[in-house]
Structure formats: C-alpha cells, structure tokens
DNA sequence: GCCAACGTTGGC
DNA sequence: GCCAACGTTGGC
C-alpha cells in the first residue's frame, strides 16, 4: 500500500451512472458531481489524487460494491448547482463562494464477482464499515485501510497500488 | 411501493 | 434555538 493513501466508498445508482457507464467514459474519467450532503462534501475536499475510491451500487438488485475508482482531480466546484434548469441547481449557493464541489474519478476495475451488502454484512471485518451502519446514507465515506484490504480480498481482487 | 432513518427548512 | 413538517436516501 502507498503511504499516505487514502480509501473511500462513493455509491452511485447504476441505472443513473454504472461503473460500466464510468468504464466506457472518455478517458474512464468522470466528474462526481450532484453530491449535496455537507457530510459527504467535505469528504470530498479531504480526498487526493491517488486515493482509491470502491465503487458502490445502490438502489440496485442487489446492492454491492462493484469495483475500484482512483481520484484523478481533488475537490473543485460543481457547475451543475448553477444551473437554473439542472436536476441540482442550488440557488442557495453564490457563484462567488460555491457551496458544492466534485473530484475527478478515473476507472481501475470491476470485480469479477460483486460484493453484495448481504455479503458484506456476513464478514465481522467490516461490521464497523460505515456503510453498514444502521442508517448509514452517506453517499460518500471513508473506508479504513484494514476495511479495504478485507474488501480486495473477498472480492478476489488483486491489491492496487 | 413502503417506510425508517436522516437532513434541511422555516415559523415561532 | 427549538422542532414540526417536509424531502431524500436506499434497503427491502
């Protein structure tokens, strides 16, 4: 593991973006915009370039973590909360100091075999994952360098980095 | 589709 | 600053 690395967990909805959408992407890069949690922002602007991210499925049959992401860009403001006809407009936020921001995540690789929570929640491991803590919502959180290699090494994923 | 668990908003 | 009402998330 590189020192001073950094892991997370970042859930997306796959019928809105899959990592199968991130995989086929221009550059297998895409902006992680939309996030309007303060929580889950400012786990954001922790993030830095290398950080490994697991890629999440929710609201997904089943939900699981599908695979490995890798920030490519630290946290800069999302456009998307300026735009008056956009799904995430904000209008609460000023141009002059936004108040969502995004990173830059590039593709690395998709389990062979997903982990489903069901799964995850079977592993004593993980059972601190804040994933899997009783109304656990965030959309974006920290994973812990033991959680993660446990995570690789159900999935039957080789170690990254 | 249901609904528990949260987060946010706004009246007071 | 309280808290009821409302909106959202996301598993089931």
Do not use: C
Not at 57 to 80: C, F, K, L, M, Q
Not at 151 to 156: D, F, I, P, S, W
């Amino acid at each position: 593991m590189t020192p001073g690395r950094r892991y997370w967990l970042m859930k997306s909805e796959p019928r809105v973006f899959s990592i199968e959408d991130l995989a086929q992407a221009p550059t297998q890069t895409t902006s992680w915009d939309g996030v309007r949690n303060y929580q889950a922002r400012n786990f954001m602007r922790e993030m830095a370039v290398g950080d490994l991210v697991l890629f999440y499925h929710s609201n997904a049959e089943p939900p699981a973590v599908v695979g490995i992401a890798e920030v490519v860009r630290t946290a800069y403001p999302d456009g998307t909360q300026f735009e008056k006809t956009h799904h995430h407009y904000d209008p609460a936020s000023p141009p002059s100091a936004p108040r969502w921001d995004m990173v830059d995540i590039r593709y690395r690789q998709t389990f062979k075999a997903s982990l489903s929570l069901e799964r995850l929640r079977q592993e004593p491991r993980l059972k601190d994952m804040v994933l899997l803590r009783k109304g656990s919502r965030l959309s974006v959180q920290p994973v812990t360098e033991a959680e993660w290699a446990v995570v690789l090494k159900l999935a039957g994923a080789k170690q990254t980095g």
